[in-house]
């Protein structure tokens, strides 16, 4: 139960580390609906909010001193359990986190970045090193990215926003600006190096006060060059900086003139002078005569009449910003320790600006699961001004959901794709088109983008050679060479790969892989009637008869029709069908483990019929594999698959259809579109490709090729 006291907080049940929700110091004029949380410590030797996370220095059981962080809700009630993020006690060669006064004797100054990690500046220990400083700007688990080490008393963190960084050191004073690597960049451009001015850095952007007064410029901080110069209108050259989104706030020192430069309106406005930390829309400084935190609100672009938000006493050092108070600037609120060391969050009542997209590293167009031309996983990060909560989802070529990936929340989405399906499968071979939608956590607002990933080195699809997601021919000429025509998106053939040495009467099946390399092997039948399965090879070299393969049996020479549709029982393996002909009959051979065979089963008697029958995959959406069949008057036909090994009755495509066709061919997905097609020869050796319609149709015929003739056979 929690006690409420007018103008304080009690707390009941207070326990080192957990956490207790009660009410905060909060003004009649101001009173919430909703009760915000307090969290009790058993000393808090730094603080820090950003990005929804409390950051606070405090003692582990073992009496470590540790940066825990919280996750705080938007509206500021709940807080979740501590995490810890790192030591930041002294190491046996004396090499520790910088301390400085505070009341609780000596603390750790932390910055958090919004996103997670947090900045703070480390002191060497024996040796070389022994009393050098670094800015560390940490991760979870003590990873982090460091600068050169200073000399003693130099180091300074002046600013850290997601990714981007600003600090000050050296035996030159010199200020330094980059931006940290993100999951898909592990490279970024040098940071910037320049003397020192007042500075701050939101998104990618450095913004920094140059000599003249009032004066600020803009550097892209990934093109390293100035990209825009603005005049605040301050009556100094300023002090100090600090950016949210669209405002910019500026001072002439802590007991001079400050303002707001609203980016939007492009004018500044006055706020009270003093040490301030600026929020979204609004800055809240410590009266320390007073004892108590003020916040001016200025998100109207016009600033309030400051109002009290908490008590907090003067305490033993002037500038108490991140050791006693702190103010969350991505659309947050303010945390202030009190007397009895607890852990107060303030909402700020403050409305936040729409939620945007500040910075983003967008992985490529193309991704190799296999890691033979690049990144094996498809990595990308985007930075928000507020926490989100986000929703990854991709879709293949045929527009099905495959993948669907969730977070949040935190003001950065860093998505990782592996290449792999919700069911845990490698994606197809193919172009993938993909979805972010962010929601901001406080409900005011969404962002969404897209874009497209064409995936190689994942499951080959049909009739799929070179791996790369497009349909493939396989030719034999007359000279014995056996050439994969490489399919193109564009709906024709470009690139081949022959091998040569095989004799005339070579009949090869396209097939899928039978193994675990995701390449599809290749069945050929010799004139003596061996059928070998040849192993795959991704489209990296032609095939001969030496190349590696294994014979499935012998006698195969009974058959004049030999083509795979696809898994055609349901098994998950891709099957063969042929044609016995002497009498016609066809036969089902399911595919089994290894690339082997299972017995045959006949499905249909006297199928002579039939001049040419060939395996198409899936040509009408339902999922299961499909045969087209023409028959000698020119009529073609098409045998849907049930799933089971069997077929329905078979239904009309077209009627007086391709007399002059000498040759047919379920190509696959020749035109990229997701759905399957078909190539055909006519008598005078042109080829035509018809583009499959996903419904068990197909359009009008486009010549793709001419010259086709001599060839003696096209699987």
């Given at each position: 139960m929690t006690a409420f006291v007018r103008g304080r907080a009690a707390l009941v049940g207070s326990v080192v580390g957990a956490t207790v929700l009660t009410t905060a110091v909060v003004p009649a004029e101001a009173a919430p609906t909703a009760v915000p949380a307090?969290?009790?410590?058993?000393?808090?030797?730094?603080?820090?909010?950003?990005?929804?996370?409390?950051?606070?220095?405090?003692?582990?059981?073992?009496?470590?001193?540790?940066?825990?962080?919280?996750?705080?809700?938007?509206?500021?009630?709940?807080?979740?359990?501590?995490?810890?993020?790192?030591?930041?006690?002294?190491?046996?060669?004396?090499?520790?986190?910088?301390?400085?006064?505070?009341?609780?004797?000596?603390?750790?100054?932390?910055?958090?970045?919004?996103?997670?990690?947090?900045?703070?500046?480390?002191?060497?220990?024996?040796?070389?090193?022994?009393?050098?400083?670094?800015?560390?700007?940490?991760?979870?688990?003590?990873?982090?990215?460091?600068?050169?080490?200073?000399?003693?008393?130099?180091?300074?963190?002046?600013?850290?926003?997601?990714?981007?960084?600003?600090?000050?050191?050296?035996?030159?004073?010199?200020?330094?600006?980059?931006?940290?690597?993100?999951?898909?960049?592990?490279?970024?451009?040098?940071?910037?190096?320049?003397?020192?001015?007042?500075?701050?850095?939101?998104?990618?952007?450095?913004?920094?006060?140059?000599?003249?007064?009032?004066?600020?410029?803009?550097?892209?901080?990934?093109?390293?060059?100035?990209?825009?110069?603005?005049?605040?209108?301050?009556?100094?050259?300023?002090?100090?900086?600090?950016?949210?989104?669209?405002?910019?706030?500026?001072?002439?020192?802590?007991?001079?003139?400050?303002?707001?430069?609203?980016?939007?309106?492009?004018?500044?406005?006055?706020?009270?002078?003093?040490?301030?930390?600026?929020?979204?829309?609004?800055?809240?400084?410590?009266?320390?005569?007073?004892?108590?935190?003020?916040?001016?609100?200025?998100?109207?672009?016009?600033?309030?009449?400051?109002?009290?938000?908490?008590?907090?006493?003067?305490?033993?050092?002037?500038?108490?910003?991140?050791?006693?108070?702190?103010?969350?600037?991505?659309?947050?609120?303010?945390?202030?320790?009190?007397?009895?060391?607890?852990?107060?969050?303030?909402?700020?009542?403050?409305?936040?600006?729409?939620?945007?997209?500040?910075?983003s590293d967008v992985g490529d167009s193309y991704m190799d699961i296999k890691g033979r031309y690049g990144a094996e996983a498809w990595a990308s990060t985007w930075q928000f001004n507020k926490p989100v909560t986000w929703t990854y989802t991709v879709k293949d070529v045929t527009g099905r959901t495959v993948r669907t990936l969730k977070g949040g929340s935190g003001t950065e989405t860093s998505v990782e794709w592996d290449g792999r399906t919700d069911a845990g499968k490698f994606a197809g071979s193919s172009r993938h088109t993909w979805t972010l939608r962010a929601t901001a956590e406080d409900g005011s607002g969404t962002y969404t983008t897209s874009g497209a990933i064409t995936v190689s080195g994942g499951t080959a699809g049909f009739h799929d050679q070179g791996a790369l997601g497009t349909g493939d021919l396989v030719t034999l000429n007359p000279s014995g060479g056996l050439t994969i025509q490489f399919g193109q998106t564009s709906g024709s053939f470009a690139g081949k790969k022959t091998g040569t040495g095989w004799p005339a009467g070579t009949l090869a099946v396209p097939f899928a892989d039978t193994g675990s390399d995701r390449c599809a092997e290749l069945l050929v039948r010799i004139p003596g009637g061996e059928l070998r399965q040849y192993t795959g090879r991704c489209g990296q070299s032609g095939y001969t008869p030496k190349s590696s393969h294994t014979t499935i049996g012998t006698g195969w020479q009974q058959f004049d029709v030999l083509t795979s549709p696809g898994d055609l029982n349901g098994d998950g393996r891709a099957d063969l069908l042929a044609r016995q002909t002497t009498t016609g009959d066809m036969y089902l051979f399911p595919g089994a483990a290894g690339g082997k065979f299972a017995p045959k089963a006949r499905v249909y008697t006297n199928w002579k019929t039939y001049a040419r029958i060939t395996g198409v995959g899936d040509i009408t959406g339902d999922g299961r594999a499909d045969l087209l069949c023409h028959d000698r008057k020119g009529g073609l036909w098409r045998y849907d698959g049930l799933g089971n090994g069997k077929f329905a009755p078979r239904v009309p495509v077209f009627s007086g259809w391709g007399s002059s066709y000498n040759a047919m061919v379920g190509v696959g997905d020749l035109s990229g579109d997701g759905k399957n097609d078909i190539v055909v020869r006519d008598t005078a050796g042109k080829l035509y490709r018809n583009n499959g319609n996903g419904k068990g149709s197909f359009g009008p015929r486009t010549q793709i090729a001419t010259g086709w003739g001599p060839y003696k056979g096209i699987f």
């Open positions: 307090v969290v009790a410590t058993a000393g808090t030797y730094g603080l820090d909010f950003s990005g929804g996370r409390l950051n606070t220095v405090e003692r582990s059981p073992s009496g470590d001193q540790v940066v825990y962080e919280r996750r705080v809700s938007a509206d500021g009630v709940t807080v979740g359990a501590r995490q810890g993020l790192g030591y930041v006690g002294y190491f046996a060669n004396g090499a520790h986190a910088r301390r400085v006064p505070c009341d609780m004797g000596d603390c750790v100054e932390l910055v958090g970045a919004g996103n997670g990690n947090y900045g703070l500046v480390f002191v060497g220990g024996d040796g070389d090193d022994a009393g050098l400083e670094g800015v560390q700007y940490r991760m979870p688990g003590n990873a982090h990215w460091g600068s050169p080490l200073y000399r003693a008393g130099t180091a300074k963190i002046v600013d850290l926003t997601g990714r981007a960084w600003v600090v000050k050191g050296g035996s030159l004073g010199e200020q330094q600006a980059g931006v940290h690597p993100s999951p898909s960049n592990r490279a970024t451009a040098d940071p910037v190096v320049r003397k020192p001015t007042a500075a701050s850095v939101w998104g990618t952007t450095l913004w920094a006060a140059t000599s003249a007064t009032g004066a600020l410029t803009a550097t892209d901080l990934g093109q390293r060059k100035v990209v825009q110069t603005l005049a605040t209108g301050a009556p100094c050259v300023l002090k100090e900086v600090r950016t949210v989104g669209r405002w910019i706030y500026w001072n002439c020192g802590t007991t001079g003139a400050a303002g707001v430069y609203d980016r939007t309106a492009k004018k500044s406005f006055t706020v009270p002078s003093g040490p301030a930390l600026v929020g979204d829309g609004y800055l809240v400084r410590h009266d320390r005569t007073a004892g108590k935190l003020l916040l001016t609100d200025f998100h109207t672009g016009k600033p309030a009449a400051p109002r009290a938000v908490a008590d907090l006493p003067a305490g033993k050092t002037a500038d108490q910003r991140r050791l006693t108070w702190a103010v969350d600037k991505f659309g947050g609120d303010i945390a202030y320790v009190d007397a009895a060391n607890s852990v107060h969050i303030v909402p700020s009542g403050v409305p936040a600006q729409p939620l945007t997209k500040t910075a």
